[in-house]
């Protein structure tokens, strides 16, 4: 079948027309035509697109029936929707077709998710795709039935599948029956046939109950295991029940191991979670994220449409952390409006639409960036540096509807560029070459789209980009 039910038709034309008409709707980030999204899925590099599938809801802009939605691109910044890739329509999945990934084997996209059945048990699962556009299920789902007797049938999914040689490699999320997180490995000659490898880590009582979405990517000689952990309680940074970080290791082919240093937050923004690294891209490694947790205001649902995806990032292994860059494809997309010398405080043009980037070179002396701002000046959302402490602040206790707190960084040194990238209902700012992004949904009134520079910081250079959609 693996269709979405024909009887929902109306209603999605009805709810994509509103949703279409929202004045948050980006114009560079992946988000839902209607309807809800949640976790990326099976982010790969196919037949000359890059695809995106995500956890979607088609028929309300919040949680519930869990379809596999599916967009794709030329570049990572403009996204096409297509039709829904996978719909629970087995027993095995009735309770949704919950998160996971793809590879690509003698031309054919192999996406792997879990099958949440009616009563929640989770299973691994398998559709296969010739053309990168109809799935079929596999005929003998699950690929794999149960985990192994340590960990709770209701919690194990997530898989990300991969190859090293010439074997496939499956992780698997997992919370044990000691509630700990725990990552399984499993081991496949042909993608179809699956043995239990390992477990290649498991958490402590600092490092939350599940572990969800783990990805496990190479670069140069170096593993890195992402994980969405719940319940963190035990590292600094991490001030959220849903969070995501990564340890840098080695993982050892033969016996499952993973071997890692300490646990690094990914995003010491607001809204970053589930983050999966594309498959099947040779020359980079690029990560998307669901922008936003599952704690996030969603006030777009009343427009129905709700959850986005950041701008793809390019990441670098550097010693045990990561550094991120925005996708280099989004650069013949962004317009100069203005580019001025030596500025102490002041009023910017306005961004057209809302989007685009604004880059600061900063000095070592406090100061303070507002966005987003209204007319009234009483709207805004801030960004400030703290000199005394080297931090980075991001405050949303005035950016509009469903306006949150603030969240901050401490850096290693000052910055020196910030680069902002702004879409309408977000921020993203990358920091001293990307060693640290902080992200936020942020829902501004209508108007509100002035940008002013405050305090006594002299910045040697400010540039602004507007967003152009056709380059
Ligand atoms: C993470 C998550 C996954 C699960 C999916 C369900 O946000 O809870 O573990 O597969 O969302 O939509």
């Known amino acids: 079948m693996n269709r979405i039910n024909p009887d929902g038709q109306n209603n999605i034309a009805s709810m994509r027309k509103a949703a279409q008409a929202c004045a948050h709707r980006h114009l560079f980030h992946m988000m839902p035509p209607q309807g809800w999204t949640n976790d990326p899925n099976g982010f790969v590099y196919y037949s000359g697109s890059y695809h995106l599938f995500y956890q979607h809801n088609p028929y309300a802009a919040q949680f519930g029936i869990i379809h596999w939605g599916h967009a794709k691109s030329a570049d990572l910044v403009r996204w096409e929707p297509l039709p829904v890739a996978l719909a629970p329509d087995q027993p095995y ?31 691994q699962c398998l559709a296969i795709s010739e053309d990168g556009l109809h799935f079929q ?42 509630c700990r997180g725990q990552v399984i490995v499993y081991i496949s000659d042909d993608l179809l046939n699956w043995s239990y490898l390992n477990t290649i880590t498991a958490g402590d ?42 340890f840098v290791g080695h ?7 993973f071997t890692h240093g300490g646990f690094h937050k990914l995003d010491p923004g607001f809204d970053f979670y589930a983050p999966q690294i594309a498959a099947n891209i040779p020359d980079r490694s690029v990560i998307t994220a669901w922008m936003s947790t599952w704690e996030t205001p969603a006030p777009t649902s009343a427009h129905h449409w709700a959850g986005s995806m950041i701008l793809p990032r390019e990441v670098r292994v550097k010693g045990d952390r990561l550094l991120f860059a925005p996708v280099r494809e989004i650069e013949k997309y962004l317009k100069p409006v203005i580019a001025v010398g030596a500025v102490s405080g002041g009023e910017l043009p306005p961004l057209e639409a809302a989007a685009g980037r604004l880059r600061v070179s900063a000095e070592n002396k406090d100061f303070t960036i507002r966005l987003f701002c209204s007319a009234d000046g009483r709207e805004y959302t801030e960004i400030s540096y703290s000199a005394d402490i080297c931090a980075i602040n991001l405050d949303l206790s005035h950016s509009g509807e469903a306006a949150r707190g603030t969240r901050s960084v401490t850096l290693e040194y000052a910055p020196d560029i910030l680069d902002i990238y702004l879409d309408r209902s977000s921020v993203e ?21 002035g940008i002013r520079i405050l305090g006594e910081a002299v910045f040697q250079n400010v540039s ?6 056709h380059p």
């Open 137 to 178: 299920k596999y005929e003998n789902n699950p690929v794999i039935a149960a985990p192994p007797e340590a960990v709770k049938p209701t919690q194990f999914r997530d898989p990300c599948v991969f190859r090293r040689g010439e074997r496939f490699y499956m992780v698997v999320g997992a919370e044990n029956k000691g």
């Open 429 to 449: 700012v990358f920091i001293n070459g990307g060693e640290y992004v902080m992200t936020a949904r942020v829902f501004p009134h209508q108007g509100s789209s």
């Open 251 to 257: 993982f050892d082919e033969a016996t499952g191991a």
């Open 93 to 123: 999945d009735a309770g949704g077709c919950f998160s996971g990934s793809s590879v690509v084997h003698n031309g054919k996209l192999y996406v792997f998710y879990t099958g949440n059945d009616k009563d929640s048990i989770q299973t």
């Open 205 to 246: 009582d600092t490092l939350g109950y599940m572990w969800e979405c783990p990805n496990l990517f190479f670069q140069d000689d170096r593993a890195v295991l992402i994980l969405s952990p719940q319940g963190i309680t035990g590292y600094p940074q991490f001030n959220s029940s849903h969070d995501s970080g990564y």
């Open 464 to 469: 602004l980009w507007g967003f152009a959609v």
